[in-house]
């Protein structure tokens, strides 16, 4: 269930770490370095298998920003959130962008050691 939103994805992709999803694309992937209050976090340009939540206000590191919580559309896990607007000029670069946590998406350099290992694709 959910799957049938997943495009050709070269075999390299962000995924879900709950249940394994595709998430998103590493060349969609626009900034590493991003931090949010729980942590480090991805940005990526866009991202599939994803609900999102309501739209609110909401004061970030860098102004405040109307954004929408992200969800995982198949085990309803929140992973993120998509920035709809910055109210600074400098961040209007981040609008319709997708915000992923580092702590709730794994790479592929994680699917050797991370748990996901035993709890993916049955
Ligand atoms: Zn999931």
Same mark, same amino acid.
């Given at each position: 269930?959910? $799957?049938?939103? #997943? #495009?050709? @994805? ?7 770490k709950?249940? &394994? #999803?595709?998430? +998103? ?12 209050? $729980?942590?480090? +976090? %991805?940005?990526?340009? =866009?991202?599939? =298998? ?10 970030? @590191?860098?102004?405040? /920003?109307?954004? +929408? ?6 085990? &309803?896990?929140? #992973?993120?959130? !998509? %920035?709809?607007? +910055? /109210?600074? !000029?400098?961040? !209007? %670069? !981040?609008? &319709? ?6 702590? $709730? ?9 991370e748990i996901f290992a035993d709890t993916?694709?049955?």
């Amino acid at each position: 269930m959910g $799957r049938i939103f #997943v #495009v050709e @994805l070269d075999g390299r992709s962000y995924r879900c770490k709950f249940c &394994g #999803v595709h998430l +998103a694309m590493p060349h969609d992937l626009a900034s590493e370095s991003f931090h949010c209050r $729980r942590g480090k +976090a %991805y940005l990526f340009t =866009n991202a599939v =298998n994803i609900t999102m939540g309501a739209l609110e206000e909401r004061m970030m @590191l860098s102004g405040m /920003h109307t954004v +929408a919580d992200i969800f995982c559309c198949c085990c &309803g896990q929140i #992973v993120g959130w !998509k %920035y709809e607007a +910055a /109210h600074e !000029k400098s961040q !209007k %670069y !981040k609008e &319709g962008e997708f915000v992923l946590e580092r702590g $709730r998406i794994v790479g592929d350099m994680d699917l050797s050691t991370e748990i996901f290992a035993d709890t993916g694709f049955v």
